[in-house]
């Protein structure tokens, strides 16, 4: 009983003791914030010193073969502590110092810069900007190796605070689609694009530094030591190819200029995968330049009405509802039909179709035709033909990774707005509202074999060489139609490049299949003679690779059809894209168990001196200046390369340095990408070699 009243005791004082401290830290910290709180504040307030936040080394965003789009490139701010450096150190290099100061930056002359050092020194500051001019990271490592700064920050004063600045290697190409991000007055982040929507990933995690106040109301760092340190962000690898996005680029400006439009769009998209390849936006400027400055493939600005290419819903449904052949006739009339008072449709050309077959109703694109059709068979139920919409992924917004969507819109019966004319305006694109990449997303879903997948532009967030997040398309309608039903649609889409309002972009290299629309721009609640023209479609048409939408808004100089103003630019798009998409691979000829190292092609006399100095039995077999590699057990076959005069050579398995030399000597101009021998090459060996021809090619 002793043994345990005693240990009872003596926790009873233990645990007293742990509360006494308890109330004594308590009424220490009461102390110093309350009763003696507005001292110390003045105390900081006298010495200025406060934790400031040290933002992260901001994430890159990258194309879809790692090329750098964004990224943040370190730059420094030059400042010194003179209370630092001994008298005699700083007398010794004060001169040479100054005068490097001054040829660097060449804002003071050298007797400048050590006069104000000097008196900096002198009043007792513990901190001098050198200069607000900001220095370069290689800069940086040339100027810790002159006087005085080589001894560092704790003998010889000098400061180096880095400063991220963000950089687009690629200039303005695709910048609005990168976008920007900045904090408003509530220190809350803003911006557009994928800056903006991946802001969380690519901001990383930022630190705390303490600063000093200083005369003129600067901070400065006072130890590095006291930093809670930062931790840089994720990279974005987005999927756009960054030579598809210069293409399109390049064709798109061509074509707005020539129309003085008001703004132009253009979408690539890989139809398997729901990839967007390439993303452009064009605006007119006050002085007639085009910039990117809005995103109108996806933004609420550029959901509008689309006009005729809506038409393939519309056909869509109808041939889903019924059991109408195309080949069965309609009467589109003499041009004007009026389905009621005051609501009268007309054709693009003022004599009229007549009667015709629904084939030519899609290809020609009869406003009356198509109206007519539906109205006959979806009069009496207008919400079952817009319930179709739905099942096409029309109505609805995509989700898509980037902020700003913008909504669909769909008049509906029971709307304010909802009349008799209605149902025959809608089913020409009017009285709805969808953006081009929602419209797209449709036409790939067609291309796609009925199968609707969301688009994306974002395919892995990385840290590094690490995968930490992966995004694929989500397939948000395994088939949209019947077989049947999209048999003929990818019929009629043919058809109208064959036939119909695209028939001027058909060519024979491969199938096009489209469909135009021109569509009356509203203003002041009110149709107007201003247009909105544009192209959706795909190809090649018998194995679809892209679907491209285009999209020019109020084109002038005369024209403004579809057929006239957007479906040349995809006919462009294509061609371009259709001779990259050429390229071939290398067979590989050259496997050898490693027996000797692989050799795949290059110039003879080069290559058949290095297999000599390495020992491996080499045989020419009627040799030019220029071989590729065969094997054969333990020996490597030289075979014939030609290279021939205005004619594309076959620079596979070669080094980028001899690619160059061969092509560029064919009057051709070279973009390569990546690293080692050339993979593939866009334009066909042996075709004819046009001096300023493109030629991509792939190295690995």
Known sequence: MGVRRSILVRVRLGFLVIVFLAIGIVVRIFDLQVAQGEKWRKASEEYGLKFMKVEATRGNILSDDGSLMAVSLPFYQLAIDPSIPSDELLNETLDTVSYLLSDYFQDKTPEEYAAEIREARASGRRYKLLSRQLVKYHHKKTMEDWPLFKEGRWRGGVLFEKVDKRFLPFGSLGRRMIGFTRFDSLNEVKGVGLERSFHPKLAGVSGEALYQRIPGGDWKPVDNDLEVKTESGLDVQTTIDIHYQEIVTNVLNKHVRRHRANYGVAIVMEVETGEIKAMVNLSRTDNGQYVEDYNYAIGAQGTTEPGSTFKLASFMALLEETNISIDDTVNAHDGKFEFYEDCVMKDPVYYGYGKIPIRSVFEKSSNIGTSRLVFLHFMEKPERFLGYFKQFGLSEPLGFQMMGEGKPFFNKPG?????????????????????????????????????????????????????????????????????????????????????????????????????????????????????????????????????????????????????????????????????????????????????????????????????DELGVKNVPMNTTEWVRAQTTGDTVLWTNNMVKEDIVPDVRGLTLKDALYVLENQGLKVRPRGNGRVLRQSLKPGSRARKGRVIYISLG
């Open 415 to 611: 709307d304010a707005n909802w009349s008799g004319c209605s149902l025959p305006w809608i089913s020409i694109g009017y009285e709805i509202k969808v953006s081009p990449l929602q419209l797209l997303t449709f036409y790939n879903a067609v291309a796609n074999n009925g199968k609707l997948i969301s688009p994306i532009i974002v395919k892995q967030i990385t840290r590094g060489n690490r995968t930490i997040e992966s995004y694929k398309a989500e397939v948000l309608n395994e088939k949209i139609c019947s077989d049947r039903t999209l048999g003929i649609i990818q019929d009629l889409l043919k058809g109208v490049a064959r036939r119909g309002t695209a028939r001027d972009i058909r060519t024979n290299q491969y199938q096009i299949a489209g469909k135009t629309g021109t569509t009356h721009k509203v203003v002041n609640g009110s149709y107007v003679d201003n247009y909105y023209a544009s192209f959706a479609g795909y190809f090649p048409a018998d194995n679809p690779k892209y679907s491209v939408m285009v999209a020019i808004d109020d084109p002038k100089n005369g024209d403004h059809y579809g057929g006239d103003v957007a479906a040349p630019v995809f006919r462009e798009i294509a061609d371009e894209l259709f001779v990259k998409g050429v390229e071939m691979t290398l067979p590989d000829t050259t496997k050898n168990d490693g027996i000797f190292p692989m050799i795949q092609a290059g110039y003879y006399k080069d290559l058949k001196k290095l297999s």
